[in-house]
């Protein structure tokens, strides 16, 4: 018999002696409660704050209702007590702050868990305990530090794991306690009491080690989305001085990750012209053949969609063409051609980010064939033709549209629009029908609140959104980690509008208007599209094209049957042999259509 004489506090002598169906009563709220918290751990921040804020307080009042006494009769033990005030003080704050964002709500449960785990690992090295309570208690205690760190160290999935261990512990301590009240276990065991102790004392053991290994897990799916992210180095960062003359090459290397067989490769960076007019640096890679007589005709490629985060660069991801939806590299090769790539502004450079902002975006790609030509060993020749797909269409047709003022020493053979996002605004407009949507909306978002000044997270954004808006726009598309920040907003709808005002009302709107290409390409000009493109619909590339024409633009308007946004530009597109024939046309001055043209395939 233990000589213990530690006393249990007022408070939990009374409500270690609440009558055994209240008791039991409380232990079914906690079942019910992480049972819900466990289903919807991705509900709307508001709901979930309280579920949290309340689940938090709930396992205080469990760890008190834990009694004036252990299982095995001795006094619960005064670090009990002081866990339960860590658990309580942290679910008043989430209940009394029901706006705070996700992070900060993860933060509280983390400091939490971790405060809790402390304690626990220190309850475990007290003398005179047994064996299985002291397994228990450390490995509930590196458990709750474990999980408190994945909060504290900011991984994605933070809100995710703790929600679900939040509940999954709420579930366990409720069906203990049910379990004591139905049993109106008082005082010391009897001796037909001590097997069935000793069983559940080493079941509440393993009960802990399984959480202990969720918890582990969690740690390594952390890993998986976090490791093996692109990495921002040294080569992109901006000399001290930069040249006010854009089109300057300030660096180049050799590149090999995806340059096919039979070509050789640089990244490089180089000087542009920023929104605002002032100089920028800006990255890319250049591809060209390995063998040949050189002077390579040029295809400057404005890649698709990868994200607005400074390590979304292509040149920076382990796929660097396909990422952005260049599948035809070894026939551009095997053509003779060259490709320049510009990674875009604020894309491994750091600067704003421009996705679907056009001027910046197509005065980067005219400056990166412009710097391209500085490699010696690149050999390239003076034309070129501009291509682009989704929203580095609309990039090739600013280039178009600009490029005869802004570089004339780059005159363009011809333009290729690929399903491109030439109206901003309707684009966005449609992106809740769209699944997905939400990331294009959190990169575009993202990017205009960078550019302009009126344009704001707190006027367009959701409060229950933007968390989640930002953390998506920290993403590549190209990684898995982008899928996690959608789960979380997944969780209230099929697919979320992130905003509370409409993004074509406001400043927002006039300035995604003002981002439409200008009806002033004076060379050939190919839009394609896909008639099962969702994201960029037809009727909405229908009125793109209508109000060109009606503008005096020339376009050569082609549409696909069949086939949807990505699927335009696949290898094994119809659209890819017509492209490498219409643009070797234009790189045999063949002139283009003489008026505007709709053909349906």
């Known amino acids: 018999m233990s000589t213990q004489t530690a006393r249990p506090a007022p408070v939990r002598l009374w409500l270690g002696a609440l009558p055994p169906w209240l008791r039991a009563a409380l232990g079914l709220a906690a079942i019910a409660l992480g049972a ?60 009394l702050f029901p706006d705070l964002t996700v992070r900060s709500v993860a933060l ?4 939490a ?10 309850a475990s090295l007290r003398p005179g305990i047994t064996a299985d ?14 999980f408190g760190l994945l909060a504290l160290l900011g991984s994605d999935i933070t809100l995710l794991v703790v929600t679900i261990v939040l509940g999954g512990r709420l579930i366990v301590v409720g069906l203990l306690e049910v379990r004591r009240a139905v049993r109106g276990r008082r005082g010391r065991p009897t001796a037909t009491d ?3 102790a000793a069983t559940g004392r080493w079941m509440r053991t393993l009960t802990v080690a399984v959480t202990l290994a969720v918890g582990v897990a969690a740690g390594g799916l952390t890993a998986v989305l976090r490791g093996g992210g692109p990495v921002t180095d040294a080569f992109y960062a901006a000399p001290r001085t930069v040249p006010d003359e854009p089109g300057q090459l300030i660096r180049s290397e050799a590149f090999t990750r995806g340059v096919p067989a039979g070509a050789v490769g640089w990244r490089i960076l180089y000087t542009t012209t920023d929104g605002d007019g002032g100089p920028a640096v800006a990255s890319g890679v250049v591809v060209v053949p390995a063998a040949g007589f050189g002077e390579w005709p040029v295809i400057s490629w404005a890649h698709g969609t990868t994200g607005v985060a400074q390590q979304c660069a292509p040149s920076l991801l382990a796929q660097p ?3 952005g939806a260049m599948s035809v590299l070894p026939e551009i090769v095997a053509n003779g051609w060259a490709l320049v790539q510009a990674d875009g502004m604020g894309l491994g450079a750091a600067s704003p980010p421009a996705y679907l902002v056009g001027d910046p975006s197509g005065r980067a790609d005219l400056d990166a064939v412009r710097a391209a030509r500085q490699i010696p060993a690149a050999d390239l020749g003076a034309q070129t033709a501009a291509w682009g797909w989704s929203d580095g269409g609309a ?9 005869a ?18 109206d901003p605004a309707s684009v966005v407009a449609n992106l809740p029908t769209v699944s997905g949507g939400s990331v294009i909306a959190s990169f575009t978002m993202a990017a205009y609140a960078a550019r302009y000044d009126d344009v704001t997270y707190a006027a367009y954004i959701r409060p229950e959104s933007d968390d989640s808006a930002r953390r998506m726009a920290e993403h590549c598309l190209a990684g898995p980690g982008v899928l996690v920040p959608v789960l979380a907003e997944v969780g209230q709808t099929s697919d979320p509008d992130l905003f509370a005002v409409p993004p074509t009302e406001g400043a927002f709107g006039a300035r995604l208007t003002e981002n439409v290409p200008p009806s002033t390409i004076a060379v050939p000009l190919l839009l394609a599209q896909g008639k099962d493109d969702v994201l960029v619909p037809p009727p909405v590339q229908d009125a793109f094209v209508g109000a060109s024409c009606s503008a005096g633009q020339i376009v050569d308007y082609r549409l696909y049957a069949g086939l949807g946004h990505v699927d335009l530009v696949a290898a094994a597109s119809p659209l890819v042999p017509q492209l490498m024939e219409w643009t070797k046309a234009r790189l045999s001055g063949e002139p283009g259509i003489a008026g505007c043209n709709r053909a349906e395939y």
């Open 108 to 111: 509280v449960v983390g400091i």
């Open 113 to 122: 868990v971790i405060a809790a785990g402390v304690l626990s690992v220190l």
């Open 321 to 323: 063409f396909e990422s």
């Open 36 to 95: 819900v918290i466990v289903v919807r751990p991705t509900a709307s921040l508001g709901v979930l704050a309280v579920l949290i804020g309340a689940g938090l307080v709930l396992s205080g009042l469990l760890e008190l209702v834990g009694g004036g006494q252990g299982e095995d009769g001795e006094p619960t033990p005064r670090w009990r007590a002081l866990m339960a005030v860590v658990w309580i003080a942290a679910g008043v704050l989430v209940l």
């Open 395 to 403: 990039t090739a047709l600013w280039a178009g549209a600009t490029g």
């Open 194 to 196: 001590a097997a069935p």
């Open 133 to 146: 309570a002291r397994v228990a208690s450390m490995l509930l205690g590196l458990a709750g530090i474990g």
């Open 405 to 422: 003022a802004y570089a004339p020493d780059v005159p363009l053979v011809g333009v290729a629009a690929l399903a491109p996002m030439a």
